[in-house]
């Protein structure tokens, strides 16, 4: 009884952190696409390391960059403090489930603020690249575009050459020829 129980817990975790939307949008299409809205947001926006990386390629000033790095500071505390409250809140759910009887209702209510922290989280990513972003100019933002164009290109050409050659992996004639090794 108690594994099953916690087994449905598990299932119930697993789908609260993989749709962590607010309560207001209960439709079964904006819950199947969340993800990639937040994956393509932060695809178009700017991450602070990569900034860092090329600041020269770029032309970042001295400011922008103490700017850009505090920002990458306070985010990043913020992250680990938030990743802990919601670990902390899921060890308490772990004890809840451990009792000889669940009470339902505390049982909701942890899992309802881990993803409320989740979502919390999730919007305050995408600020913190909306202000990484806020702090370049027009010459910049286009300068940085172009290196990720390059990349991506270079990338491209790089995974094709690594599917025929050089990764390992024997072709087809040598994987079906094995042979007898005796």
Do not use: C, W
């Amino acid at each position: 009884m108690k594994t099953k129980t916690i087994l449905i817990m598990l299932i119930s975790l697993m789908f609260l952190f993989g749709n962590t939307l607010d309560a207001k949008r209960n439709s079964k299409k904006s819950m199947r696409h969340s993800g990639f809205g937040l994956k393509m947001a932060e695809k178009n926006l700017l991450p602070a390391r990569m900034l860092l990386r090329f600041k020269t390629e770029i032309g970042l000033t001295d400011v922008q960059v103490k700017k850009i790095e505090k920002m990458q500071l306070n985010y990043q505390e913020y992250k680990v403090k938030s990743s802990a409250d919601a670990t902390l809140i899921s060890l308490k759910i772990s004890t809840e489930f451990s009792a000889d009887k669940v009470n339902r209702s505390k049982v909701t209510n942890l899992i309802k603020k881990v993803g409320l922290i989740k979502t919390e989280m999730q919007v305050s990513r995408i600020n913190y690249l909306l202000d990484v972003k806020s702090v370049l100019t027009k010459v910049q933002i286009d300068k940085i575009n172009s290196l990720k164009q390059a990349r991506r290109a270079k990338r491209g050409k790089r995974g094709n050459r690594s599917m025929n050659q050089g990764n390992g992996m024997r072709n087809s004639n040598q994987r079906n020829n094995r042979g007898n090794r005796f």
